[in-house]
């Protein structure tokens, strides 16, 4: 890294690869203080680049919601083009899973009891969207 490079903490910094385990679950801004400031110092590797096409708002959720996602839809085994995954909520984590999805050429099927958020999970790429809140006989 250098002097001015934008950078975010990492969500499990001490976790690097492989299974994670009890001896690595501190998470930065959780069980471990400094997230909630502007700047802050963190061990070289704790930290990760952020994208230089993504303004901060943009890159805010990348180590949380974005990994997690990115995890759900890849941990696995990477999905082939044409199969199908569902999501399901409209919340962060579910809205990266749709366009990593659609991104590794899927089908996704997105499930929400949310009625007004089927107009934009299909704007992301959902090839499928149930509204359960216009299904009265679910759940």
Known sequence: FAVGDRVT???FARWIDGRI??????????????MLTE?????EQWAVRLPDHLDWQEAATL?????????????????KPGQWVLVIG???VSLFALQFAKLLG???????SRGEKTDRL?????????????MPQWG
């Open 9 to 11: 903490g990492s969500y």
């Open 21 to 34: 385990n009890a001896g690595l679950i501190d998470q930065l801004g959780c069980t471990l203080d400094g």
């Open 39 to 43: 700047y802050t110092v963190l061990d």
């Open 63 to 79: 180590t949380c919601a974005g990994l997690t996602a990115w995890n759900a839809v890849t941990g696995t085994g990477i999905p």
């Open 90 to 92: 409209s919340g962060g």
């Open 106 to 112: 899927c089908r996704v099927a997105a499930v929400t």
């Open 122 to 134: 299909r704007a992301l790429g959902a090839d499928l969207v149930i509204s359960t809140s216009d």
